[in-house]
């Protein structure tokens, strides 16, 4: 076990960083993926991140069993440590035309990263959040999944470049916040968490996944609904968690501002009860 | 100058079928395609081609000299004779991240193929649409655009297997028709032809452009606007357009038929005119 700066890769189980032109993950984006932290040699919320990807291939008939994806993820933290796992599941290789291949051999990437360099101040003292005016299109059949269609991530993350914003927030097309360009959404607003939902776009996170479990245990179930902007400018707190970084406080968004909560401190307890 | 069964591949000029799998356009379908027909050592409407890339590739802010990209597909068109290019243009390597490199080094993927095996009866007979569940969602800074994130189109094309229908028609999230899973739609309606308007969603075909061109020059302007499924259905003609199957007239959908009529022929001879 020993952390490294070098990346690995490992395509189908074999140690190179090449797939092939003719890969549908390339040609369409047509495959999913998920990051997953590794910690003392162990993948964190590992089944979580697997059930979102189990969820994502029923959704796009893309068969592979989960159990040997779940043996080569366990190894690979081992092996790496300290870092993040990113495993990638496409469709595989086929012709041309977006019909899915009657015989399809899945295509499994994994790459081995070292640990994410995000400053301790995003965490201790908060972050501001850039205002997108990228937003997402309603999409219900793809609401929730990770797959590999991210242009409209891409563009919103292009529309900053300062160091002074650490994440974006995104609404979808009706002007609801919705997330943000790598994360969720959890709000304070009239003394109740309260979660964008995500019926119409949106990724559903591991990390927003396993706080609304916490919180629901203790008595506090997350409230899952649409969000106005006026709504999350008005709330109390506001936090961005993700399964690679936990739980940042949100502290401005545009001329707003806000303290860093008790809230948030909770949050980031459950949270690094699984990333520490 | 020969025609050849055999796929061959050239990435960045080199003859090779890998890719990196830190290539963006793996990771988040970052970036662009076109597929263009070759005839007699000639890449047809090759001027169309590189117009819609290039405005992909200002809207993406990939940057790559249509130039060179040009002499590239022409000598590849000499060399294939007969038979279709697929050019991809991706954003190239990078690290984790939605963030866009700094430098990046756009990755150029082409293939050469053969020509594709449609039956002559879908040009000469007609064709019947199947009519898809998936629907197209609103995202207006995409729209138009031949990028790589097509997973509505995947699962559009997934809905029916049978060969008794050649295409599928999408409607947008409005249930408004807007195309078909790889082609767009001509209609003559109450004397004119009319084209969904793709401000919304939907790919902006080259061999769309050229047939609205061909009928404008002989004063009959293609009317661009929303189209209501209703007024598809009530049509007198029916056609689907693309750059390689060139005009399939549309004889069916669900319970409604179409004869062929004097409009799609018409379309026909402007189609064949480039792609013969």
């Keep these: 076990m020993a952390s490294s700066s070098t990346v690995r890769y490992r395509v189908n189980g074999h140690p190179h960083d090449l797939v092939s032109v003719r890969d549908r993950g390339l040609a369409y984006g047509d495959g999913l993926f998920e990051t997953i932290r590794v910690v003392n040699g162990r993948a964190t919320l590992l089944e979580r991140h697997l059930g979102r990807l ?3 291939m029923s959704v796009l008939r893309i068969e592979m069993p989960l159990t040997s994806l779940r043996s080569e993820l366990e190894a690979a933290a081992v092996e790496l440590g300290e870092g993040l796992l990113k495993q990638i599941v ?13 015989i399809a051999e899945p295509t499994r990437i994994l790459q081995l990263l070292p640990p994410p360099e995000y400053p301790a101040a995003h965490t201790l003292k ?8 990228t937003r997402l299109a309603h999409q219900p ?8 269609n991210r242009l409209e991530q891409v563009l919103a993350r292009s529309e900053w470049q300062d160091s002074g914003h650490a994440e974006g927030l ?3 097309m009706a002007g609801h916040p919705v997330e943000g ?13 309260v979660t964008p939902d ?5 990724v559903r996170g591991v990390m927003r996944d396993y706080l609304m479990d916490q919180l629901a245990a203790e ?18 707190e506001l936090v961005c968690c993700n399964s690679v970084f936990g739980v940042w406080p949100v502290v401005g968004l545009g001329d707003r501002k806000w303290a860093v909560g008790p809230g948030a401190r909770r949050l980031q307890v459950f949270s690094e009860q699984v990333l520490s």
């Design 54 to 56: 189990g969820r994502g």
């Design 90 to 102: 496409t469709r595989g290789e086929a012709g041309r035309g977006y019909a899915m291949p009657a």
């Design 126 to 133: 908060g972050i501001r959040l850039f205002p997108c005016a």
């Design 141 to 148: 059949l793809l609401a929730g999944l990770k797959h590999l």
């Design 170 to 172: 995104m609404c979808d």
């Design 181 to 193: 360009t790598m994360s969720n959404l959890l709000l304070r607003l009239d003394g109740r968490w």
């Design 198 to 202: 995500l019926r119409h776009c949106g």
């Design 219 to 236: 008595g506090e179930p997350v409230l899952e609904r649409s969000v106005t902007l006026d709504e999350l400018l008005a709330c109390d």
